[in-house]
Nanobody, 121 residues
Framework: QVQLVESGGGLVLPGGSLRLSCAAS????????MAWYRQAPGKRRELVAI???????DYLDSVEGRFTISRDNAKNTVYLQMNSLKPEDTAVYYC???????????????WGQGTQVTVSS
């Protein structure tokens, strides 16, 4: 069974930093891409950052320059380094991973349970 285990969320002061981690396990195939989404209460889920196995990245415009997504392919772990945090970054952050079957068009999508990030004074 594929599992995405998230950690690193918490309460932080405005301007502070947090590092989220997500370890994906249970698959004999590689996860590509991996991503972080977030959802604030009453708002729609949005893509925050995404990274391919080749380390190509894309970011939500509002986090560009403040957040950095990275991955350790050997560990199937994705990270989100969040700096200069703002109250509007407050949300539940969800890890996302795509499992691709080599040589086929088959793709499976998995989600973590989410980790709360609260930016408040």
């Amino acid at each position: 069974q594929v599992q995405l285990v998230e950690s690193g969320g918490g309460l932080v002061l405005p301007g502070g930093s947090l590092r989220l981690s997500c370890a994906a396990s249970g698959s004999i195939f590689s996860f590509n891409p991996m991503a972080w989404y977030r959802q604030a209460p009453g708002k729609r889920r949005e893509l925050v950052a995404i990274i391919t196995s080749g380390d190509s990245t894309d970011y939500l415009d509002s986090v560009e320059g403040r957040f950095t997504i990275s991955r350790d392919n050997a560990k199937n772990t994705v990270y989100l380094q969040m700096n200069s945090l703002k109250p509007e970054d407050t949300a539940v952050y969800y890890c996302n991973a795509h499992e691709d079957v080599p040589g086929t068009s088959l793709e499976y999508i998995y989600w973590g349970q989410g980790t709360q990030v609260t930016v408040s004074s």
